[in-house]
């Protein structure tokens, strides 16, 4: 089953991470190619609002758990 399509391309790693915003809705937090960190807060309709860079520096790292 396709979830998403043209979506994500220069990310390496996307995680799901439960409720980082506090809002009681499910995250996604992604790494990209040149190691930045991004979330996507849940919207609770089963889509995600935009990316916010939450950090930067993640290049060195093999896999986001």
Do not use: C, H, P
């Amino acid at each position: 089953m396709k979830v998403f399509s043209g979506w994500g391309a220069s990310y390496d790693a996307i995680v799901g991470v439960g409720d980082i915003t506090g809002d009681g809705k499910s995250d996604l937090v992604e790494r990209d190619t040149a190691g930045n960190l991004y979330r996507n807060a849940g919207t609770g309709t089963g889509s995600f609002g935009s990316r916010v860079k939450i950090s930067g520096g993640w290049q060195g790292y093999r896999g986001l758990f």
